[in-house]
């Protein structure tokens, strides 16, 4: 496959995830999503869309980077970032869908881990790729005391 493709491919896939969430997001965050308890901390509802938007460009050149390497370990990275980007897919449906911050825990926290494994790993690879992936990581970070934080509070 040549390049170029890998890089349209690549870019695409976390877009659609994300664009398959926002489907979740929408129909909950005028309803449920405001009448639960939330942090203090908790950010305006407009910001989300543009982090995302640019986020998910972030790993998608990261996953080109890594796909496109000739690299023996390519294979496993990028099965690690398709579980980081399934359990990112589905993180919306079960936080806004289910309306369930409890369940949304149990999504992100390993979403957390394996976007952690995904800066570690990378880097063998592409340090440039496991920079891509830095703020992904701080957001997923910060997104998981958020999830917590509502549970806690509800």
């Known amino acids: 496959m040549p390049n170029w493709l890998k890089l349209v491919i690549s870019l695409i896939l976390p877009q659609l995830v994300g664009g398959t969430g926002a489907l979740f997001t929408i129909t909950s965050i ?21 982090v995302w938007t640019i986020l998910y460009v972030m790993m998608g050149i990261a996953c080109y980077l ?8 390519k294979r496993p990275l990028l099965t690690l970032y398709f ?13 806004f ?17 394996s976007v952690f494994l995904c800066v570690k790993k990378f880097k063998l690879v592409s340090p440039w790729a ?17 999830n917590f934080s509502i549970w806690w509070l509800n």
């Open 30 to 50: 005028n309803s449920w999503y405001q009448t639960i308890k939330k942090p203090f901390f908790n950010p305006p509802g407009w910001i989300f869309g543009p």
């Open 66 to 73: 890594i796909w496109k390497s000739g690299h023996p370990q």
């Open 83 to 95: 579980v980081q980007l399934g359990l990112n897919g589905l993180w919306s449906p079960v936080f």
């Open 97 to 113: 869908g289910m309306e369930s911050p409890i369940l949304g825990l149990v999504v992100i926290v390993p979403l957390l881990v």
């Open 130 to 146: 496991s920079g891509l992936m830095i703020p992904y990581l701080a957001w997923v970070s910060f997104a998981t005391v958020l």
